[in-house]
T-cell receptor, first 115, second 116 residues
Framework: AQSVTQLGSHVSVSEGALVLLRCNYS??????LFWYVQYPNQGLQLLLK??????LVKGINGFEAEFKKSETSFHLTKPSAHMSDAAEYFC?????????????FGQGTTLQVKP | GAGVSQTPSNKVTEKGKYVELRCDPI?????LYWYRQSLGQGPEFLIY????????DSGLPNDRFFAVRPEGSVSTLKIQRTERGDSAVYLC??????????????FGPGTRLTVL
C-alpha cells in the first residue's frame, strides 16, 4: 500500500528565502508523485508531477521537486519565496491499481511567508 | 475554459438528514473522483468513476455514502442519515481519459458540509 508523510505541518520563511517542503513516500511499485497547492477558499491546483524520466521536475510559479528513490523522497523547493506563495501544500502519490488514478495525499504543510 | 464546479458551496444540515452534493466536471473528462477533506487533513479518496460506472469505490466509509454518474458527466454524492463526523469539505476532481496514474486531476472548489 502507498502512503505519504509530509514532515512539518507548518513552515515559516522570510520573503526571498529558500522554500523547502519535505515529502517522503512509501510505495511497493514505481511511484507517481504530485505536489498540489491550495489557496484559501480555492480548489487544489497542480504544481508539478513526477511520472517517469528526469528526476528533477520543474513546475509552475518557480517550484521544483526532485525524486530520490534511494531516500524515498520528493521534496519541494523554490529558491526565493514570494508573499503570494503563502498557502497549503500537499504531496500525493498515485495509488490505484490498474488504470485508476486515485491519489493518496499527505496531511499538508502550511507555508507562511513573512515580509 | 470552465473548470470543475461544485454545488452547493456550503451545506448545513441536521444530524440524520439526507444530503446530495453535485459535481460538474470539465467537459470531455471521462474520469471523475470524489475526495473528502477533514479539517487539518489532506484529501481522502472516496470513489472513482470512469464514464458512468464506479471503477473504484474502496474509499466510501460505509453504506450511508453513495455516488452516481448516470450520463457520464455530472456526478452526485449522496449521504444518508448524516452524522456529525461527516462534516468536511467534499472535493471533486476530473481528468482526461483514461484517468490513469499519470493524468493530472483538476479539482473543484469543494462543498463544505456541516452536520449539526
Amino acid at each position: 500500500a502507498q502512503s505519504v508523510t509530509q514532515l512539518g505541518s507548518h513552515v515559516s520563511v522570510s520573503e526571498g528565502a529558500l522554500v523547502l517542503l519535505r515529502c517522503n513516500y512509501s510505495s511497493s511499485v514505481p511511484p507517481y508523485l504530485f505536489w498540489y497547492v491550495q489557496y484559501p477558499n480555492q480548489g487544489l491546483q497542480l504544481l508539478l508531477k513526477y511520472t517517469t524520466g528526469a528526476t528533477l521536475v520543474k513546475g509552475i510559479n518557480g517550484f521544483e521537486a526532485e525524486f530520490k528513490k534511494s531516500e524515498t523522497s520528493f521534496h519541494l523547493t523554490k529558491p526565493s519565496a514570494h508573499m503570494s506563495d503563502a498557502a497549503e501544500y500537499f504531496c500525493a502519490v498515485g495509488a490505484g491499481s490498474g488504470n485508476t488514478g486515485k491519489l493518496i495525499f499527505g496531511q499538508g504543510t502550511t507555508l507562511q511567508v513573512k515580509p | 475554459g470552465a473548470g470543475v464546479s461544485q454545488t452547493p458551496s456550503n451545506k448545513v444540515t441536521e444530524k440524520g438528514k439526507y444530503v446530495e452534493l453535485r459535481c460538474d466536471p470539465i467537459s470531455g473528462h471521462t474520469a471523475l473522483y470524489w475526495y473528502r477533506q477533514s479539517l487539518g487533513q489532506g484529501p481522502e479518496f472516496l470513489i472513482y468513476f470512469q464514464g458512468t460506472g464506479a471503477a473504484d469505490d474502496s474509499g466510501l466509509p460505509n453504506d450511508r455514502f453513495f455516488a452516481v454518474r448516470p450520463e457520464g458527466s455530472v456526478s452526485t454524492l449522496k449521504i444518508q442519515r448524516t452524522e456529525r463526523g461527516d462534516s468536511a469539505v467534499y472535493l471533486c476532481a476530473s481528468s482526461t481519459p483514461p484517468g490513469t496514474h499519470t493524468d493530472t486531476q483538476y479539482f473543484g472548489p469543494g462543498t463544505r458540509l456541516t452536520v449539526l
